[in-house]
C-alpha cells in the first residue's frame, strides 16, 4: 500500500533520503539536525529497520509491488534498491540514494504530472523506505525514520507539536508525525 492512501488509511510508505555533497546537504544537513539516521548500504537501511520493526529475507536488486517503477529513472537518485519482508510477511523496498535533494525533487516532479504519484516515504539521510503494511510503517518510526511527502494535502493534515523540516525542496518535507 502506498502512502497517498496511507495518509488517509494509515499506510505507510518508506525510508528515504541521502545528502551528499553534490546537491544534497551531506554532514550536517537539515536531516541529520532532526537526528534521522544515515546507512550508506542497504545492509546499513536493514540494520536500522530491525532496530524498531522487521526486515527479513533481504533480496537486493528488487521492488515490491508498491513501489512505482518510475523510481528506477536515474532522475530520483535512487542508487540501489532491495525487497525485505516485515512482521506480517508484507514487503518493503528500500531505497539507497545518491542525493536527497534530487529525489524530493523527482518526486514533486512526478507528482505535478500525475496527481496520484505517492510521494510519501519514511527517510533516513541517505535512504527512503517504501512499507507495506500499517506495523511495518510503525516499525519504521520506532526505528527513528520520518515521513516524507510532497503533498501539500498531508502538510496541512500535522497537527502542532510534531516536528516538520522543508529545508531541501520547496513544497517537499519530512515529519515525525504518523497518521493514525
Do not use: W
Amino acid at each position: 500500500m502506498r502512502l497517498t492512501k496511507t495518509f488517509t488509511a494509515v499506510t505507510a510508505a518508506v525510508g528515504l533520503t541521502a545528502l551528499t555533497g553534490c546537491g544534497g546537504q551531506g554532514e550536517g544537513g537539515p536531516l541529520s539536525a532532526l537526528g534521522l539516521p544515515k546507512a550508506e548500504s542497504i545492509a546499513g537501511i536493514e540494520r536500522l529497520i530491525n532496530n524498531g520493526g522487521t526486515c527479513r529475507e533481504l533480496e537486493a536488486g528488487r521492488m515490491g509491488k508498491d513501489a512505482d517503477k518510475r523510481l528506477k529513472e536515474p532522475s530520483f537518485a535512487v542508487k540501489e534498491t532491495a525487497t525485505c519482508k516485515d512482521e506480517r510477511g508484507k514487503y518493503a523496498t528500500l531505497l539507497l540514494l545518491s542525493d536527497m535533494k534530487k529525489f524530493q525533487e523527482a518526486n514533486q516532479k512526478a507528482l505535478q504530472g500525475d496527481a496520484d504519484f505517492d510521494t510519501g516515504y519514511f527517510v533516513g539521510q541517505d535512504f527512503a523506505v517504501i512499507s507495506g503494511s500499517d506495523d511495518g510503517a510503525k516499525g519504521l518510526k520506532q526505528a527513528g525514520l520520518f515521513l516524507m511527502s510532497c503533498n501539500a494535502k498531508f502538510r496541512a493534515e500535522i497537527p502542532s507539536g510534531y516536528k516538520v523540516n522543508e529545508d531541501l525542496v520547496k513544497g517537499c518535507f519530512v515529519t515525525d508525525h504518523l497518521p493514525s
